[in-house]
């Protein structure tokens, strides 16, 4: 036990290092081999404990992917689903504007033209992952309060993520640099709920 | 000896590659398979093509290399065949590569060659190279490729060689890439995007649905991927050439939806929002998971049918909402406040919609039937 809690805190401590220097450096970092660089980390101690530097990314995503479907796994009555949407959202535009997320996307896609089989994997770690939990949460929901069951969870769950994927700032590497305050990030979950529950048309249209 | 004279001729006129009528004449030929050939033997006459002509230190330790020049020790070739498209003629030790690159693969080619050095080079049809050359390393085989007849054995020398020749430019990678970069999506975005402000006489589904259809044939375009993943790529490296993609690839298209949008509010078909926040999230819902999953390999591009019926289904989410959740109380948005309601669709709305075709067999809950009771269905 003691072994495997040491493993762990040093697998942890190897990604915090690694998503502290992507997250400074997330508009110049190209590569993973680069960023472990930096981090001070042995290339070897990393390939021995992920196996390649593609488990470290894989292992990256993951560990995000995680934080953020958080509030979708707490199946509390006493929380509203659209709190549990509002917090949801919340995260994700703070994960697409501040995390490393931008820079595991350019090194992922990098990956992706060498055709180095890397692109499934980290798809069905991120994005995927997070439209099937949210997916799984809406369908739960709609059960536990005995409402009809919902045609397709799974388009409705897409779109509710490609709403909030913070539109071109995670594909614009040049927007990288620009900051967004609480607000922007606020004003956007709003709008972005707001378009999807209502769409944009005026009522009687 | 007349008739043996004029054989001769006759054969010869035919392994130079030249004959009376134009067609070749091989005695085991058929004449209805004799194809027409130009005067260099060829079946089709082409242009000469310029050539990015890359000459790149080592990536991997070689025995030979300490002969060499440092920054020269290999050269390999690279043409434009199309819209971002590349062909790559690269001598290897075992065999020449020569396939089809898009431009995300070039440009790792590319960055390999700006480390050593780039020529344009036009290639010399027929040329005067020679297969009788011998040793046919990397140098030789371009050499003999460009229709030279250089007696150089070494990737340096062989620059030596063209550079001195006149019409050979140097190419700045950097400066190339945001030409072209420039130059191709403005071409692309104004082909496909066409004549936003003719939507505007349009009903908002079908205006919607029309420019949904042409952003996404072009974002879904094997071209445009490629860029993209140019873009996102290589932007550290090239940030004019990836400020060139957004500028005049999603930046434009942002701005035909931006267009479309202040038209419809400003005759009141649509609400108060932020025009620009709005029109981005449009492109984002076009894009969705397709988008990550095509770009990142996971799959092959949609077909044309496919991406029409998705558009078809983010316009209506776009123009009416997700018709199954309804009203987030307590959500910090006026209009949603004020709207109340449930969390999900009502059967009245599902019922006013027609979806409810496929539950008729689900028996509704007791809390449903109480709400149904109360509301009753219109």
């Known amino acids: 036990m003691a072994i495997y809690a040491s493993t762990t805190y040093v697998n942890q401590h190897i990604i915090s290092a690694v998503a502290n220097v992507l997250r400074e450096e997330r508009t110049t970092v190209t590569n993973i081999e680069s960023a472990v660089d930096k981090a001070g980390i042995d290339r070897n101690e990393v390939r021995a404990r992920f196996g390649s530097m593609h488990g470290l990314i894989l292992e990256m995503v993951s560990e995000l992917s995680d934080s953020l479907i958080e509030p979708l796994e707490y199946n509390g009555e006493d929380r509203q689903v659209h709190d549990v949407l509002i917090e949801f959202a919340n995260r994700l535009a703070d994960t697409y504007s501040a995390s490393h997320l931008i820079a595991l996307y350019r090194i992922a896609l990098t990956e992706a033209i060498r055709h180095s089989g890397i692109g499934r994997d980290f798809f069905e770690r991120g994005p995927g992952k997070l439209t099937v939990c949210l997916a799984q949460y809406l369908e739960s929901s709609a059960r536990r309060s005995n409402q009809l069951p919902i045609d397709n969870p799974k388009r409705v769950a897409e779109n509710f993520l490609s709403l909030l994927r913070d539109n071109l700032e995670l594909f614009d590497a040049l927007n990288g640099t620009r900051t967004s305050s609480a607000k922007d990030h606020s004003d956007a979950v709003t709008d972005a709920i707001e378009l999807f529950c209502h769409g944009i048309v005026t009522e009687g249209q | ?378």
């Not at chain 2, 050499?143 to 430019?169: C, F, I, N, Q």
């Not at chain 2, 059967?347 to 039937?369: C, D, M």
Request: aromatic letters at 8%; hydrophobic letters at 40%; proline letters at 4%.
């Open chain 2, 1 to 378: 000896m007349q008739k043996l004279i004029s054989k001769f001729f006759l054969r010869r006129k035919v392994t130079s590659g030249q004959t009376a009528d134009g067609k070749s004449h091989i005695a085991s030929i058929p004449d209805e398979l004799a194809i027409e050939i130009d005067h260099h033997g060829s079946p089709v006459s082409k242009r000469p093509s310029e050539w990015f002509v890359c000459f790149v230190p080592g990536l991997q330790k070689q025995w030979w290399h300490g002969f060499t020049n440092p920054r020269h020790k290999h050269v390999f070739a690279l043409k434009m065949v199309g819209d971002g498209q590349w062909v790559i003629f690269e001598p290897w030790w075992n065999r020449i590569m020569v396939t089809v690159l898009d431009m995300d693969e070039a440009v790792k080619f590319l960055r390999w060659g700006a480390v050593g050095s780039i020529l344009k080079v036009t290639e010399r049809i027929p040329g005067d190279g020679s297969q009788a050359r011998g040793w046919a390393n990397c140098a030789v085989l371009i050499s003999l490729m460009l229709g030279r007849s250089y007696w150089t054995w070494t990737p340096h020398g062989l620059y030596k060689r063209l550079s001195a020749e006149d019409g050979v430019e140097p190419v700045d990678l950097a400066d190339f890439l945001e030409e072209k970069l420039n130059s191709m999506m403005q071409r692309i975005a104004g082909e496909a995007l066409g004549n936003v402000s003719a939507l505007t006489k349009l009903s908002p589904e079908a205006a919607f649905t029309e420019l949904g259809k042409r952003i996404s044939k072009i974002m879904f375009s094997l071209s445009s991927l490629s860029l993209h993943r140019f873009a996102v790529s290589e932007a550290p490296r090239f940030p004019v050439a990836a400020d060139a993609f957004f500028t005049h690839g999603p930046h434009q298209a942002v701005a035909s939806v931006k267009a479309l949008i202040s038209h419809f509010c400003e005759r009141g078909q649509f609400r108060d929002c932020d025009q620009e926040r709005t029109s981005r999230t449009f492109l984002s819902m076009l894009r969705g998971n397709l988008y990550l999953e095509t770009v990142l390999g996971c799959r092959t591009e949609p077909d044309e049918r496919d991406l029409e019926s998705r558009t078809k289904s983010v316009v209506e989410v776009f123009l009416r909402g997700e018709v199954f959740i309804r009203g987030l109380e307590a959500l910090p948005v006026n209009a949603l406040k004020s709207r109340g309601g449930e969390m999900f669709a009502s059967v009245n709305e599902k019922n006013r919609l027609g979806l409810l075709a496929h539950t008729k067999k689900i028996e509704p809950s007791q809390k449903l039937r109480a709400d149904l009771m109360l509301g009753g269905i219109s």
